[in-house]
């Protein structure tokens, strides 16, 4: 389940099971969005991006959906891994901006 | 070679003390970055050089100094700070300064204890 923690929203899945992490954005006309993973003592690492021309994009495991309507931008895992442990960001390139624009972050829990 | 190398990982420092953090890439980079993140919170953009120029300072406080020797090299000068300054701070690099097609390569960072 999803409970919001003193600054950091969490989500807890089960090994095997598929993970959706939501992101309200903040610009409408933002044209790049990118999803991040931080694993503890790192740096943020580069998931997957998608262009504001696109609705849905696909890696390995992952899909970002991206819904312009309502500013809204998910990240689907698929058979959640211990390894997919970590906090997960979207980030928003907003108009005439030249850099990025983190959300808040979700910390994903994979339970054993 | 794709990475951001920060040193160093871990840096106590009294509030009195000179201190440097270094990053460096070598993947010919133009733009690189200094980001400052709090426990829980997302990393806070604080400078950004362009082609080896300053292009943006997030009105970050003087006792905070960048510098770009080079293309490959930034740094990120420490004096007089305080015990909220403590965080980790967070090099990255792009391509260009808008950051396309894959967005930024982090740094592991350099986690910082002001006392």
């Known amino acids: 389940g999803e409970s919001v923690g003193l600054h950091l929203p969490t989500l807890s899945v089960q090994e095997g099971d598929n993970s959706i992490i939501n992101c309200a954005y903040s610009?409408?006309?933002?044209?790049?969005f990118i999803w991040y993973k931080q694993e503890s003592g790192k740096g943020p690492q580069f998931i997957i991006d998608?262009?504001?021309?696109?609705d849905k994009r696909q890696g390995q495991r992952v899909t970002v959906l991206l819904n312009k309507t309502v500013k809204h931008l998910s990240l689907q895992i698929a058979a959640t891994q211990p390894g997919d442990s970590a906090v997960y960001f979207c980030?928003?390139?907003?108009?005439?901006?030249?850099?990025?624009?983190f959300g808040p972050g979700t910390r994903l829990s994979v339970l054993p | 070679d794709t990475e951001v190398t920060q040193t160093p990982k871990h840096l106590v420092m009294g509030m009195t003390n000179k201190k440097s953090l270094k990053c460096e890439q070598h993947?010919?980079?133009?733009?690189m970055y200094w980001y400052k993140q709090k426990a829980k919170k997302p990393p806070e953009l604080m400078f950004v050089?362009?082609?080896?120029?300053?292009?943006i300072n997030e009105s970050v406080p003087s006792r905070f100094s960048p510098e770009c020797p080079n293309s490959s090299l930034l740094n990120l000068h420490l004096h007089a700070l305080q015990p909220e300054d403590s965080a980790l701070y967070l090099c990255?690099?792009?391509?260009?300064?808008?950051?396309?097609?894959?967005?930024?390569?982090f740094g592991s960072g350099t986690r910082l204890t002001v006392v």
């Open positions: 990255a690099s792009s391509q260009e300064g808008l950051g396309l097609p894959y967005g930024y390569t």
């Open positions: 610009n409408s006309a933002s044209d790049y």
């Open positions: 998608i262009r504001s021309n696109m």
């Open positions: 980030a928003e390139i907003p108009p005439y901006g030249q850099n990025f624009v």
């Open positions: 993947m010919g980079h133009r733009a």
């Open positions: 050089y362009s082609y080896e120029k300053l292009s």
